[in-house]
């Protein structure tokens, strides 16, 4: 079957694909020449360069050629006779002989011998048969010649193609008879008035078109057809067909110059097929061999891919297996540089991709869970955080009612105005935890001495800091930053206050706030015990407390720190807590303003 294909398919490419090929790449070459036709057709020197240039860089000859098919200009001139009808003085007719000085019809032959008689005088009468197309004789092609009192006779060799063309001619005396009116066939005798011939002492003198002659040649013939009106030629456009010449194939393309619906001009092309036939006919002769080394291509082709193809499949398939079954561990080791070495890193991606998804979601699941136990967790501490007061309201509104110990009521309305105002800060956190982690909240950044808000919040803490006897030391650069103030504020005091309620009576909390290169450094040191690493991984969630037994004695709602992480998010800041020598250290980082 392969080699089936193989043999028709070179047999179609070569011979038919490759000439439709020529064909456009012939027509495209003509359109190019159109156009300096178009530009040039007066300069007849320019026109022949041209021309000349088309058939040494693309092999295409081409031939300018008149109403009647005569070749306009030889590069060494015109040729041809004017004579004077002997009938009718008032006629001249231009009897034109390019195309037979073109095919060396005149040398060596009658031709130059009539020709000769003319120059020399010996006679000036020419008997002619001649045709032309429709009725006009101004211009004609003769068929036969001889000069008046001598029998030397030359017949063109489209003499015999003409008469056989027209079929329905009669000859009358020396006359022939065209009946339809198509072109004219009829005996003409002149006297000879102007002559424009080859010089016959000089047989250099002459150059034809390209020195072809089976293009010289083919113009006769297409005259002959063109004046016995066997080529119709009824539109502007180029006409292509094949043609084989002494077994040889061409393609011949024709292109009327049509002007007030009359041919004026005509241009005549042929360019060779031989290269292409030539090596269709050579690939025939070795298709026999063709077809022995494809068979025995095919077979080793068969068993190289049998081993190379077959191994690397058979590995992918081991590896698909085991990614079905979850194990990403082994990877393809097939490098080749070929669909199936590009299967392979496909398939090693795909591992490595879905091993990294079910990570992911592992991971996800993982979070899932967490975020459900701290949905519980916050559920409980909200709850805890709520009884509490609320087991206390409960308790001191029923000793008002019922009026047991009158002289305890102003401790009941203390109690009671004071549980409430926890539930009220309780409330506001978590509406304002709730706020800043809704992902829609936007800060609008301003600029601010942090010191100085360092400072003011210090004086605002004075009685707590002074009722547990501490020591605060600073080491403060009063740098301009940006951020949110009423917001970084709230993060100071709850830092401040966090320092304050852990910090043993007596002992040091320090403050620093440092600029940097790119930003400013802010600490808040406690003195004390230190923060196991499992609970500074939790320090920041809600409700938590490091030391559980502490709660509510040390008062706080458990949303302090929390709420102070989800403000460091907002501002993009850098935040973190750890353990000192003989501490603990709060610490973060904002931009600095720039003043420029």
């Not at 206050?497 to 790119?518: D, F, L, P, S």
């Not at 406690?526 to 969630?541: A, L, Q, R, V």
Request: net charge negative; glycine share 4%; charged share 25%.
């Amino acid at each position: 079957m392969i080699i089936a294909v193989i043999f028709f398919g070179q047999m179609y490419v070569t011979k038919y694909l490759y000439i439709d090929k020529e064909k456009e790449s012939v027509q495209k070459q003509l359109q190019q020449y159109e156009k300096y036709y178009e530009s040039h057709s007066q300069e007849e020197m320019k026109m022949q360069k041209i021309e000349e240039k088309f058939a040494n860089q693309h092999v295409i000859l081409i031939a300018r050629l008149d109403k009647e098919a005569n070749i306009k200009m030889l590069p060494s001139g015109d040729y041809y006779l004017k004579v004077v009808d002997r009938n009718d003085p008032t006629k001249t007719s231009k009897v034109v002989f390019n195309n037979f000085v073109n095919a060396k019809e005149h040398v060596g032959s009658n031709f130059s011998i009539i020709i000769t008689d003319f120059i020399n005088k010996l006679s000036n009468v020419a008997l002619l048969d001649v045709a032309s197309k429709g009725v006009s004789k101004d211009i004609v092609t003769p068929m036969s010649m001889r000069a008046k009192g001598y029998d030397t006779r030359f017949d063109s060799s489209t003499y015999h193609q003409i008469l056989k063309n027209t079929q329905d001619s009669t000859k009358k005396g020396h006359q022939l008879i065209i009946l339809d009116g198509r072109y004219a066939l009829y005996y003409l005798e002149g006297v000879v008035k102007e002559i424009s011939m080859p010089n016959y002492a000089d047989p250099d003198a002459v150059n034809t078109m390209y020195n072809n002659d089976i293009f010289a040649k083919r113009i006769l013939n297409f005259q002959a057809d063109w004046i016995t009106d066997k080529v119709k030629l009824e539109d502007s456009s180029w006409t292509q067909k094949e043609i084989r010449i002494n077994g040889i194939q061409y393609i011949e393309t024709i292109k009327p110059i049509i002007k007030n619906g009359q041919v004026q001009e005509i241009l005549y092309t042929l360019s060779s097929l031989q290269p292409l036939t030539k090596a269709s006919d050579l690939m025939s002769d070795y298709y026999i061999y063709i077809i022995a080394f494809v068979l025995v291509l095919s077979l080793i082709v068969s068993f190289y891919y049998s081993r190379i193809i077959t191994k690397p499949l058979l590995k992918i398939n081991e590896a698909t297996k085991k990614i079905m079954e979850f194990k990403f561990q082994d990877q393809l080791s097939i490098k080749s540089k070929n669909e199936i070495g590009e299967l392979s890193s496909n398939i090693n991606q795909l591992s490595a991709r879905m091993e990294g998804y079910i990570n992911q979601l592992k991971d996800d699941l993982e979070k899932e869970k967490q975020l459900e136990q701290t949905r519980k967790d916050f559920i409980a501490g909200v709850s805890h955080e709520l009884k509490t007061p609320l087991s206390v309201m409960q308790v001191s509104a029923s000793m008002l009612q019922d009026g047991i110990a009158p002289e305890m009521n102003q401790y009941y309305w203390e109690a009671l105005e004071k549980e409430i105002e926890k539930m009220n800060v309780l409330i506001d956190e978590m509406l304002n935890l709730a706020k800043y982690q809704s992902g829609t909240y936007q800060i609008q950044m301003e600029q601010f001495f942090i010191g100085r808000m360092i400072h003011q919040v210090q004086n605002n803490l004075h009685v707590q800091i002074h009722e547990k006897s501490l020591q605060i030391k600073t080491n403060i650069d009063d740098v301009c930053v940006k951020g949110k103030a009423n917001l970084l504020e709230q993060v100071i005091t709850n830092l401040f206050t966090n320092a304050i309620r852990y910090t043993n009576t007596g002992q040091t909390i320090v403050i620093e706030v440092k600029e940097e290169e790119y930003g400013v450094y802010i600490g808040f040191e406690n003195k004390g015990s230190h923060i196991t690493e499992e609970n500074i991984e939790k320090i920041w969630d809600q409700f938590y407390r490091v030391d559980k037994s502490r709660k509510r004695v040390c008062g706080g709602t458990g949303l302090g720190l929390s709420i102070v992480k989800n403000i460091f998010e907002l501002h993009d800041a850098e935040y973190g807590v750890t353990n000192t020598e003989d501490g603990v250290l709060f610490y973060f980082r904002l931009d600095k303003w720039d003043t420029k």
